[in-house]
C-alpha cells in the first residue's frame, strides 16, 4: 500500500469516526444496552454508488460503537471486494465530516483493517470472471449454511442495501 493510499485511508478513519460519534451523540443512547458484545450482519447487493457508500458509512458507525460486523457483498457490490475496484467517483461526505470525499471500497478496507468479516456472496465468484484470488485481503466466500444460521439468529441484526 503507497504512503498516499494510506495517509487518505487514516484522514478517511478520523473523518468517518468523527461522523460516526457526532450521529451518535445526535441520537442518544436510550436504550440501555451494552454495545460492546453486539453483532450486526450487513448485507449489501445495490450497485449504487451512494447507497453503497451510506452502507459502508453506517457499518463503520456500528464498528466503531462496537458492534462485531459481518459484511455479505453480492451482486454488483460483490466488485467492491475484488482487489484493485475503484469506483468511478468519489461521494461527498456531509458537510461536519472532515473527510470530504470517500469511496465504498475505502472504507470496506478501513473495515476490513479494524476487524470485520467480510465475505463475497457464494455465487458471486461462479457468475463473474473472478477468482478467489482476485479478492482483497481479508475477504472470504461466504458458506450458506453459517451464513443463514447468521440471519437466523435472533440476537443479530440484519441490515440489507
Request: net charge negative; with cysteine; charged share 15%.
Amino acid at each position: 500500500m503507497s504512503i498516499k493510499t494510506t495517509l487518505t485511508l487514516a484522514a478517511v478513519a478520523t473523518g468517518m469516526g468523527l461522523f460516526g460519534t457526532a450521529l451518535a451523540a445526535s441520537h442518544g443512547d436510550d436504550h440501555g444496552q451494552e454495545d460492546s458484545a453486539e453483532r450486526a450482519l450487513v448485507i449489501l447487493t445495490s450497485d449504487s454508488l451512494q447507497t453503497q457508500a451510506m452502507a459502508m458509512i453506517l457499518s463503520n458507525a456500528m464498528q466503531q460503537q462496537g458492534a462485531d460486523l459481518s459484511i455479505l457483498l453480492c451482486d454488483a457490490a460483490g466488485d467492491l471486494a475484488v482487489e484493485g475496484y475503484a469506483s468511478a467517483e468519489p461521494v461527498n461526505t456531509p458537510p461536519e465530516n472532515p473527510a470530504g470525499q470517500v469511496t465504498p471500497e475505502g472504507i470496506l478496507q478501513m473495515l476490513i483493517t479494524n476487524g470485520a468479516q467480510v465475505d463475497v456472496c457464494a455465487i458471486y465468484l461462479p457468475n463473474n470472471e473472478h477468482e478467489q484470488a482476485d479478492l482483497r485481503e481479508g475477504v472470504g466466500v461466504a458458506a450458506p449454511g453459517p451464513m443463514a444460521e447468521m440471519m437466523r439468529d435472533s440476537t443479530i441484526p440484519v441490515f440489507s442495501f
